[in-house]
Nanobody, 125 residues
Framework: QVQLVQSGGGRVQEGDSLRLSCAAS????????MAWFRQAPGQEREFVAA????????NYTDSVKGRFTVSRDGTSHVMFLQMDSLKPEDTAMYYC??????????????????WGQGTQVTVSS
């Protein structure tokens, strides 16, 4: 199995930056893709960004394009989410997820079997 441990997050002002990290351990060789999702209170979990573990391709939801960057460190099995120009509407609990089955990047949370513990991001105006 795969274990995911998140770090980063916090409370910032509008326009600030934050970087989230997600470290994978265990059977990391089975990972095919990882993604970030977020969930605000009373709302459904929303796709944010994903990265292929095989070819480094990325995918973003429209609302974060140009502001967020997903990346990975291949040697340490860590995924990052660099969040710039943060807005109050980015406020949510952020989750990293990993898949060992998909070959094309998915925006569906259920396609990713492994979850991190979540980290809160709060952006004040």
């Amino acid at each position: 199995q795969v274990q995911l441990v998140q770090s980063g997050g916090g409370r910032v002002q509008e326009g600030d930056s934050l970087r989230l990290s997600c470290a994978a351990s265990g059977r990391t060789f089975i990972i095919s893709a990882m993604a970030w999702f977020r969930q605000a209170p009373g709302q459904e979990r929303e796709f944010v960004a994903a990265i292929s573990w095989l070819n480094y391709r990325t995918n973003y939801t429209d609302s974060v394009k140009g502001r967020f960057t997903v990346s990975r460190d291949g040697t340490s099995h860590v995924m990052f989410l660099q969040m710039d120009s943060l807005k109050p509407e980015d406020t949510a609990m952020y989750y990293c997820q990993a898949s060992d089955t998909i070959v094309a990047l998915s925006r569906t949370s259920s396609d990713y079997s492994y979850w991190g513990q979540g980290t809160q991001v709060t952006v004040s105006s």
